[in-house]
């Protein structure tokens, strides 16, 4: 079994900070990338950030230099550190792992910014 327990979001402020974390099971043994993806109301869901097995990023334009993903390949967590947060970030945060060629998602979380 795969799963992907999500953890971190809230309600902020815009301008604030959340850390969203997310640890995959442990009988998950190769993991190739571990990335946050972000469904807003009436929106596609779409990748924010994402690490790969070595360690090469990649972010959506719209959260370069605010937001950070980082991980813990121990205890296989990856971690989305989100700054300067806007409302327009608002939205369910899901953590997803790829395992070879195989996705798996976590529950969601949801992270709302206010004004």
């Known amino acids: 079994q795969v799963q992907l327990v999500e953890s971190g979001g809230g309600l902020v402020q815009a301008g604030g900070s959340l850390r969203l974390s997310c640890a995959a099971s442990?009988?998950?043994?190769?993991?190739?990338?571990m990335g946050w993806y972000r469904q807003a109301p009436g929106k596609q869901r779409k990748l924010v950030a994402r690490?790969?097995?070595?360690?090469?990023?990649n972010y959506d334009d719209s959260v370069k230099g605010r937001f950070t993903i980082s991980r813990d390949i121990a205890k296989k967590t990856v971690f989305l550190q989100m700054n300067s947060l806007k409302p327009e970030d608002t939205a369910v945060y899901y953590c997803?792992?790829?395992?070879?060629?195989?996705?798996?998602w976590g529950q969601g979380t949801q992270v709302t910014v206010s004004s």
């Open positions: 997803n792992v790829l395992v070879r060629w195989t996705d798996y």
């Open positions: 690490i790969t097995s070595g360690g090469s990023t």
């Open positions: 442990r009988n998950i043994f190769s993991i190739n990338a």
